[in-house]
């Protein structure tokens, strides 16, 4: 009997102890099983930023290349109307007041002084400055174009004129219907009158300027 008892407690004991391994265990496993989770999160996770991380940089590389393009495009464009300028048959003094331009935006343009288009404090165009529009229109035909009048900074005074900007826009405007008796469409046109507020430089001479550019 006794020999009974101590195998009963044996058993029991054995069961025990195998139930208290089998709770230990599993508890040991949904631990690893929670730490492997949260792993394989933080795994997705950076996983995630990193895809975000390259396709920002995809589009940033894509947007270099295509401004680059865009820049070689406005270079190759400055440079072809420079030899055109260059070729043009006019005198070397009107030459001389004739420029190729280019703004912060990549558009070109030409550059003239107002003095081969207009007297002082006119806005009146004489058939030397159509002739001269003539030929600039050889450069710049079939684009859309802005004419932009300047001024220097000296004051109105001997003019009927209220203002240098007032002269600058009547300049934009002249310029722009002699072009259109050329053969510019209107709706080819917009004007700019900015009087003396873009400088480019110290000399007035070239400060008095109208510049014709190209928008496409």
Same mark, same amino acid.
């Given at each position: 009997?006794?020999?009974?008892?101590?195998?009963?407690?044996?058993?029991?004991?054995?069961?025990?102890?195998?139930?208290?391994?089998?709770?230990?265990?599993?508890?040991?496993?949904?631990?690893?099983?929670?730490?492997?989770?949260?792993?394989?999160?933080?795994?997705?996770?950076?996983?995630?930023?990193?895809?975000?991380?390259?396709?920002?940089?995809?589009?940033?590389?894509?947007?270099?290349?295509?401004?680059?393009?865009?820049?070689?495009?406005?270079?190759?464009?400055? %440079? @072809?109307?420079?030899?055109? &300028?260059? =070729? $043009?048959?006019?005198?070397?003094? +009107?030459?001389?007041?004739?420029?190729?331009? #280019?703004?912060?935006?990549?558009?070109?343009?030409?550059?003239?002084?107002?003095?081969?288009?207009?007297?002082?404090?006119?806005?009146?165009?004489?058939?030397?400055?159509?002739?001269?529009?003539?030929?600039?229109?050889?450069?710049?035909?079939?684009?859309?174009?802005?004419?932009?009048?300047?001024?220097?900074?000296?004051?109105?005074?001997?003019?009927?004129?209220?203002?240098?900007?007032?002269?600058?826009?009547?300049?934009?405007?002249?310029?722009?219907?002699?072009?259109?008796?050329?053969?510019? %469409? @209107?709706?080819?046109?917009? &004007?700019? =009158? $900015?009087?003396?507020?873009?400088? +480019?430089?110290?000399?007035?001479?070239?400060? #008095?300027?109208?510049?014709?550019?190209?928008?496409?």
């Amino acid at each position: 009997m006794k020999s009974a008892t101590v195998l009963v407690i044996g058993l029991a004991s054995c069961l025990f102890l195998g139930s208290c391994y089998s709770r230990m265990d599993y508890a040991r496993q949904s631990y690893l099983a929670k730490g492997l989770k949260e792993r394989a999160d933080a795994l997705q996770q950076d996983h995630d930023q990193l895809e975000a991380q390259n396709a920002l940089l995809r589009s940033q590389v894509d947007s270099l290349q295509k401004d680059a393009a865009y820049v070689q495009a406005q270079k190759k464009k400055f %440079a @072809e109307l420079e030899k055109k &300028l260059a =070729g $043009l048959e006019i005198p070397a003094t +009107t030459k001389r007041g004739l420029s190729v331009i #280019r703004d912060a935006s990549g558009h070109t343009g030409v550059r003239m002084d107002s003095e081969l288009l207009f007297a002082s404090g006119s806005n009146k165009i004489g058939s030397e400055g159509r002739k001269v529009l003539k030929d600039i229109l050889t450069l710049v035909q079939g684009k859309r174009l802005r004419v932009d009048g300047h001024t220097d900074s000296d004051p109105i005074q001997h003019s009927k004129w209220g203002s240098n900007l007032e002269l600058s826009m009547a300049r934009s405007l002249a310029v722009a219907n002699v072009l259109m008796q050329l053969g510019v %469409a @209107e709706d080819q046109l917009t &004007l700019g =009158g $900015l009087g003396m507020t873009q400088p +480019t430089g110290a000399d007035k001479a070239k400060n #008095r300027r109208v510049e014709i550019w190209m928008l496409n």
